[in-house]
């Protein structure tokens, strides 16, 4: 009644303002206690990993609990890149479950990140995953030029094409297709002219550079100097 009375008596542009300010200030006194309300009534979902790490192609399963029905969960990996990698909606329940095969993208450490933006709320998490690089293995590591020497190789992309070269890239001895299993064997002839001394043997993935490992050979006698 007061303030009404004020108003009635003051001019009507300083009525105006005394309301609007006063009305501004209430909210901002609400202002907190409406933010804290609003995180409270914000769910703090999880994110269960069936494997910390895997090969391009594995399957793995993503498990989901305490999220906001009807939203929609997006996942994506960062890392030595960054890869979208679903979206799904969460059903009434809040919890959800999903297979998805490990992207084929550099080896190295990734953190998958999860999030929904549904009512207000801003809902994120992350869990962490190591794309598992390529490894390779020589049966001998040393001898003469001429020496025969079979490349083992597990951890690659299926179907994909591993080239092998010796001393430099480039100078390819053999070649390898990779498996289901991502594994491959194959052999090479340490070349006549190698060189005396510790020698690169390359592994490379034709269709990607990523996918690459070194291995040594020693090389124990001086190959014939070339034509």
């Known amino acids: 009644k007061r303030l009404s009375m004020v108003c009635f008596m003051a001019n009507k ?26 995180a409270q009534s914000c769910p703090t979902p999880t994110v269960t990993l069936s494997a910390s790490s895997g090969s391009p192609g594995d399957v793995l ?16 990996a960062t890392g030595p890149e960054q890869v979208d990698l679903l979206t799904g909606q969460v059903p009434d329940s809040g919890t959800w479950e999903a297979d998805i095969n490990v992207i084929r993208a ?11 933006i549904m009512d207000r709320c801003d809902l994120r998490t992350t869990a962490p995953f190591t794309i598992n690089g390529p490894t390779s293995s020589l049966d001998l590591t040393e001898g003469p030029p001429g020496t025969e020497v079979t490349v083992q190789g597990s951890g690659w992309i299926a179907g994909d094409l591993v080239s092998i070269q010796f001393a430099e890239p480039g100078n ?33 993935d034709v269709n990607d550079s990523n996918w690459q490992t070194d291995t040594f050979f020693q090389v124990t006698a001086e190959g014939a100097a070339p034509l």
């Open 61 to 76: 399963t993503i498990q989901g609990e305490g999220w906001l029905p009807g939203g929609t969960v997006t996942i994506t």
């Open 172 to 204: 390819e001895v053999a070649q390898a297709t990779v498996g289901d299993d991502g594994s491959f064997t194959t052999r090479f002839t340490v070349p006549s002219d190698a060189q005396r001394g510790e020698q690169q043997v390359i592994a490379v």
């Open 13 to 38: 542009r300083q009525c105006t303002i005394t309301v609007m300010t006063g009305l501004l200030m209430l909210l901002v006194s609400l202002l907190p206690d409406l933010n804290l309300a609003l």
């Open 106 to 116: 550099p080896p190295g450490n990734y953190v998958f990140v999860f999030s929904e």
